[in-house]
């Protein structure tokens, strides 16, 4: 099986309801696996013949679509809640399952960083689900304390993005 194939069968599984899948051929197997892990990666594991472990495959940079060709959709309201934990910060979270941009594309920096300051109704950052590039504005205004998610990597409904001070 190709490198190429295995990153197929990867976006197939995230983008379903299938928790594990598993295919052998000859001595080649592979399963992959999805769960509800505090870390939302997929827990990947390869086994050769010898039963020696491969590296974990990290995911390309997706190609960011071009802004004529897709309609913008409306930004999707972004789910707030006050986190307890960290005292005076508020945590914005993710309204969609999707994958997590912090820029437009891989070449335009991220829409915000740590220490920026934010006005509601900012956009924050990009969700993509089912090939739909979503803006997630903020509902608050303050200051970007921290950012949850890492670049490209999927997120879940309700999964904290990012730490705010409020103003």
Known sequence: MEF????ELIK??????????????GEFQITIKQGMEP????????????????????PQMPIAPAAPSAPA??????VVAESSAA????????PMIGTFYRSSSPDKPPFVSVGDEIKKGQ??????????????ESEISGRIVKVLADDA?????????????PA
Do not use: R
């Open 123 to 136: 956009v924050l950052c990009v969700v993509e689900a089912m090939k739909l590039f979503n803006e997630i």
């Open 39 to 58: 870390n939302p990666e997929m827990a990947m594991h390869m086994m050769m013949p010898a039963m020696q472990p491969l590296p974990a495959i990290a």
């Open 73 to 78: 959709l409306p930004a999707a309201p972004p």
């Open 4 to 7: 190429k194939q295995i990153q």
């Open 153 to 165: 990597s999927p997120v879940e409904y309700d999964q904290p993005l990012f730490l705010v001070e």
């Open 12 to 25: 197939t599984i995230n983008k379903s309801n299938i928790s594990e899948l598993s295919i052998q051929d």
């Open 87 to 94: 005292g005076n910060t508020v945590q914005i979270k993710s």
